[in-house]
Nanobody, 121 residues
Framework: QVQLVESGGGLVQAGGSLRLSCAASGTIFSIDGMGWYRQTPGRQRELVAAIARNGWTNYADSVKGRFTISRDNAKTMMYLQMNILKPEDTGIYYC???????????????WGQGTLATVSS
């Protein structure tokens, strides 16, 4: 089985920075799209940033210019550099990835357990 584990969350003051990491492990043939989602109290889980296998990225309007998503395909790692953090960035950040299933041409979606980032005002 494949597994995603997030790390790097914590408590930071507004204007500060955090770097989140997502490590994929298990029997991995390939990884297509990956992304970070955020669960805010009282809100549904929303896409924060996504990155394709070739490095193309997409960001939510609320984080453009402040967050940077990246990936290391050889190490099966993904990162989210979060700068100039705001209180509204507070939430549980989840790693998401689409894994290729060998010999089938299909993909399987996997979620991590999440890491909490709290931004104080």
């Amino acid at each position: 089985q494949v597994q995603l584990v997030e790390s790097g969350g914590g408590l930071v003051q507004a204007g500060g920075s955090l770097r989140l990491s997502c490590a994929a492990s298990g029997t991995i043939f390939s990884i297509d799209g990956m992304g970070w989602y955020r669960q805010t109290p009282g809100r549904q889980r929303e896409l924060v940033a996504a990155i394709a296998r070739n490095g193309w990225t997409n960001y939510a309007d609320s984080v453009k210019g402040r967050f940077t998503i990246s990936r290391d395909n050889a190490k099966t790692m993904m990162y989210l550099q979060m700068n100039i953090l705001k209180p509204e960035d507070t939430g549980i950040y989840y790693c998401n990835a689409n894994f290729g299933v060998y010999g089938t041409g299909t993909y399987r979606e996997v979620w991590g357990q999440g890491t909490l980032a709290t931004v104080s005002s």
